[in-house]
């Protein structure tokens, strides 16, 4: 049966390695810009986008464990650049919020990041740029609804 992979299983296979390489990057827990990881700048655009967000919803958008997000939030809040605060409808739940220092760094980091996706974008022949990224998010949603599948029926 391994022998007769599917030869569609075997590219995906390998686009999803080199995915996994290539986005290394973002994964890693060291500063990439402004002395900010990239999942602590998803943190920081998340709140940026609601105003305030519970720790609840960020679990959800970071998908990862409660204590990492945590383990994530919290040199966010040492460093000044988030504040928690007490939710108002629940005196357990905390929300949280950018403040002043956040919103600059914020910032900051996306003028980081608006430069090096413009150098990925220049790799990109003009005439296929919109193929592949109809063709990525395809992607990223079929692996998305897969999962989904794949964790409800083990």
Same mark, same amino acid.
């Given at each position: 049966?391994?022998?007769?992979?599917? /030869?569609?299983?075997?590219?995906?296979? /390998?686009?999803? =390695?080199?995915?996994?390489?290539?986005?290394?990057?973002?994964?890693?827990?060291?500063?990439?810009? !402004?002395? =900010?990881?990239?999942?602590?700048? %998803?943190?920081?655009?998340?709140?940026?986008?609601?105003? !305030?967000?519970? %720790?609840?919803?960020?679990?959800?958008?970071? &998908?990862?464990e409660k204590s990492t997000t945590t383990r994530l939030v919290t040199?966010?809040?040492?460093?000044?650049?988030?504040r928690r605060d007490r939710a108002e409808n629940d005196l357990r739940?905390?929300?949280? =919020?950018?403040?002043? /220092?956040?919103?600059?760094?914020?910032?900051?980091?996306?003028?980081?990041?608006? &430069?090096?996706?413009n150098k990925v974008s220049r790799n990109i022949p003009k005439n296929? #740029?919109?193929? =592949?990224? #109809?063709?990525?998010?395809?992607?990223?949603?079929?692996?998305?609804?897969?999962?989904? /599948?794949?964790?409800?029926?083990?």
């Amino acid at each position: 049966m391994l022998n007769k992979i599917d /030869e569609n299983c075997g590219d995906l296979l /390998e686009i999803f =390695v080199g995915m996994s390489q290539v986005t290394r990057y973002c994964r890693q827990d060291i500063a990439f810009c !402004e002395g =900010v990881t990239f999942h602590q700048f %998803m943190i920081l655009d998340a709140v940026a986008k609601k105003k !305030e967000l519970s %720790m609840a919803d960020l679990h959800v958008i970071l &998908s990862v464990e409660k204590s990492t997000t945590t383990r994530l939030v919290t040199p966010l809040i040492q460093k000044g650049l988030l504040r928690r605060d007490r939710a108002e409808n629940d005196l357990r739940a905390v929300k949280l =919020v950018l403040t002043s /220092e956040g919103k600059n760094i914020h910032k900051k980091v996306w003028v980081c990041l608006l &430069s090096f996706f413009n150098k990925v974008s220049r790799n990109i022949p003009k005439n296929q #740029k919109d193929n =592949v990224l #109809k063709s990525i998010h395809i992607f990223i949603n079929a692996i998305k609804e897969a999962a989904a /599948e794949y964790s409800c029926c083990k």
